[in-house]
């Protein structure tokens, strides 16, 4: 029996944030950051420090994030002066970026000597930062001893990644990118119902070598595959992800990533790093076939016309074989239809023996940005309405925990 069920997504809902702006140049992304958690339709109030004024205007905030900015001169004795604290009182999170070393380090040890860190300490929601500083600052050992302070009092800390510096210098202490920011932040206010599970996802289109410059691929984008490995490393899962052909970046703070182009290349990495697995979920389009005479060298144009052969072997199937491990874990599979959608589905769940089945009708669903999907198990067939991919993967990611939490 098929159940309607019309999903409404958790993940995106409408947030208020608090970003505070400390000292550093890498206050400059900080703008485009307001700009795209306003289109994700969050509100956001900034606060500056002395500092992050000497980077960029207080007036680029402003009209940002259509709030007014609050600033150290701020005047306590409006209204009942109160309103700012009430600010991060009142918000879902609250993020500091950049987070600059001295404001990491007031933080750290509870001091509350300008208005962004008393509205820190005056804060009850969930705090973030993302460290941004010069190499050297960021591996003094005074900062990493607040650091590990900060992780104890359950800071979130997002980044820095390595590499090149506004000092010229190059290791690690940038900040993350406005896009990865945003991205990451949707983790702080997600419930972690898979906080340590470990789980293998495979993604994008595999690429069958004809000979060094050619090869059989699909139109699969990887979208769906990167949608999902966020919205498990949303809920706390570590997400070890597999990829072959993809044509979206991706995502940050995934626990382990490799490319595997081929169907046989895809197989070694996945059963490789199976055994530690508690959940697999193999959204990679997967070539059935790949070339049985593939050319070392390059292919060169007959000039008699004799049009050259192509002759194709069996790929393994990698998901089946998983599913057939003695101690296989939880596998959730993916079946691509043209036609008659369900019926063949349910055939493919049966044959490769998975406990979760996705499908989904190849002309909704590959290189679209959107999916309309059926989630099959043995309890329920669940429809789920058109929606983007981020909140199909949000749905199945539900489903998924209901599953594993019914199966222990
Ligand atoms: N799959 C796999 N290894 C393969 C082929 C498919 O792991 N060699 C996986 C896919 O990742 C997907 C599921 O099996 O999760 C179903 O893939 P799909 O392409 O829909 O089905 P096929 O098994 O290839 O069958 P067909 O092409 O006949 O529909």
């Known amino acids: 029996m098929i159940v309607k069920l019309s999903v409404m997504n958790e993940v995106n809902v409408n947030k208020r944030i608090v970003l505070g702006i400390s000292g550093g140049i890498a206050a400059y992304k900080s703008c485009e950051l307001v700009r795209l958690l306003k289109k994700a339709g969050h509100q956001v109030n900034v606060i500056m420090t002395q500092a992050a004024t000497d980077f960029v205007s207080p007036t680029t905030f402003q009209a940002l994030s259509g709030e007014p900015v609050c600033l150290d001169t701020y005047d306590a004795s409006s209204g009942n002066g109160m309103a700012h604290i009430n600010l991060s009182r009142q918000a879902d999170v609250m993020l500091i970026a950049p987070a600059s070393a001295n404001t990491l380090a007031k933080i750290a040890h509870g001091t509350a000597d300008n208005l962004l860190t008393t509205l820190v300490a005056a804060r009850t929601c969930p705090l973030a930062v993302a460290p941004a500083m010069n190499v050297q600052m960021w591996n003094n050992p005074a900062n990493q001893r607040n650091l590990d302070l900060l992780r104890r009092d359950q800071v979130t800390i997002l980044g820095p990644v390595i590499g090149e510096q506004a000092c010229g210098e190059v290791g690690s ?54 949608a999902l490995a966020r919205a498990c490393r949303a809920v706390g899962a570590s997400v070890s992800f597999i990829y072959g052909q993809l044509q979206t970046e991706i995502p940050v703070g995934l626990a382990y990533r490799e490319q595997a182009s081929s169907g046989d290349a895809m197989y070694a990495a ?30 060169k144009k007959q000039d008699n016309q004799v049009v050259p052969m192509i002759e194709l072997t069996e ?76 909140d199909t993967a949000a749905a199945i990611v539900k489903r998924l925990v209901q599953l594993l939490h019914t199966s222990v």
């Open 173 to 226: 202490g940038r900040m993350l990118e406005a896009s990865q920011l945003a991205d990451l932040l949707t983790d702080v206010w997600t419930p972690s119902l898979l906080e340590g599970k470990r789980i293998l996802i495979t993604a994008g289109a595999t690429f069958e070598a004809i000979d060094p410059v050619r090869g059989i691929t699909n139109i699969s984008s990887g979208q769906m595959g990167i």
């Open 270 to 299: 996945v059963h490789r790093l199976i055994k530690q697995q508690d959940v697999f979920i193999s959204v990679a389009a997967v070539a059935d076939y790949k070339v049985k005479n593939r050319s070392e060298q390059k292919l």
């Open 315 to 390: 790929n393994k199937d990698i998901l089946a074989s998983v599913a057939r491990l003695p101690d296989a874990p939880f596998c959730v599979g993916f079946a691509a239809e043209s036609e008659h959608v369900l019926e063949y589905a349910r055939a493919k769940r049966q044959k490769k023996g998975v406990a979760l089945m996705v499908a989904n009708q190849v002309d909704q669903a590959m290189g679209k940005s959107t999916n309309q999907v059926i989630l099959l198990d043995d309890e329920q067939e669940i429809a789920l309405p058109q929606m983007s991919k981020d």
